[in-house]
């Protein structure tokens, strides 16, 4: 079922399926909250909550965006992790729910930190998927601002035709070679958002002091083959005191969650069960 709400003067949507635990799903950018379906079709005893992040999917982005925060491009409007997070708990709040699980990967784990930061009472759990503290390197913060200067020179296509192909892993194109295709039809994002989605990751938090913090159990889920987040990069959440539960799927890319639903949907319904228990 589809619902919508409201977020900083912005109209946000999420699909909820199931019943049970209830289990919130943060996707990566740029492409919508359907990344996260084939594991929810894996996963059963859950009340799943996939919203679509704000400027994702048919969630607006919003005119009040600061201005400012990107240094490399200073008349940038920024997306910042903060709004994305102060939308996921109006969400909460929408739904009626003190508390939940929450499985984010990408730009969704680095949600999930400033949301431990901000409301930790409200966390039963973090499944962290092909997602790391670190900030941005400065090659990072370069790249980006190379992204949004071709997304404002009308490339956003193109950009979007290298993300399919290089955010999938070179085992999953090769096993399943409509699944770049499907990625691809996923990435809706306008030019607009793009940009903003751009300049709030380069100005992300540094969470790695935050990790030290989490009180809750972790699950982290790195992939082999990801160009983006290394496995290393990952393995700093198992310093956690709450516990950390780490895997490596070695032939998965940055979308890992998506190329093989049903072995990310094992170990975390494992990961719920005992999360339960």
């Not at 996707?27 to 084939?38: G, S």
């Not at 070679?177 to 938090?205: D, H, K, S």
């Not at 990069?233 to 940055?254: I, N, Q, R, S």
Request: charged content about 20%.
């Amino acid at each position: 079922m589809k619902g919508s709400y409201e977020s900083n003067g912005a109209q946000l949507s999420y699909r909820e399926s199931g019943d049970g635990m209830p289990v919130v799903f943060l996707h990566p950018t740029p492409v919508d909250h359907e990344y996260w379906q084939p594991l929810v079709d894996e996963l059963p005893g859950v009340w799943a909550i996939a919203p679509d992040l704000r400027g994702h999917g048919a969630s607006e982005l919003g005119t009040n965006l600061p201005l400012g925060g990107f240094a490399r491009v200073p008349d940038a409007p920024v997306l910042t992790i903060g709004q994305l997070a102060s939308d996921t708990l109006a969400l909460l709040d929408h739904l009626g729910l003190d508390e939940a699980v929450f499985a984010g990967c990408s730009i969704g784990g680095y949600v999930l930190m400033e949301l431990w930061r901000r409301a930790p009472e409200r966390m039963r759990g973090l499944a962290i998927v092909c997602s790391k503290p670190q900030p941005d390197a400065e090659a990072n913060l370069e790249k980006r601002a190379a992204t949004i200067a071709r997304a404002r020179a009308g490339e956003t296509s193109a950009l979007f035709d290298g993300m399919a192909q290089s955010l999938i892993g070179a085992t999953a194109r090769a096993r399943h070679p409509q699944i770049e295709a499907e990625m691809r039809a996923r990435m809706t994002v306008t030019p607009e958002a793009l940009v903003a989605v751009q300049a709030g990751l380069a100005t992300r938090q540094d969470s790695l002091p935050t990790v030290n913090t989490i009180q809750v159990p972790v699950l982290a889920i790195a992939g082999g083959e990801d160009p983006t987040t290394t496995p290393a990069e990952m393995e700093v959440y198992k310093a956690a005191p709450g516990g950390c539960e780490f895997h490596l799927l070695p032939d998965g890319g940055h979308f890992a969650a998506y190329e093989q639903p049903q072995k990310t949907a094992a170990l975390m319904a494992e990961w719920l069960r005992l999360l339960g228990n």
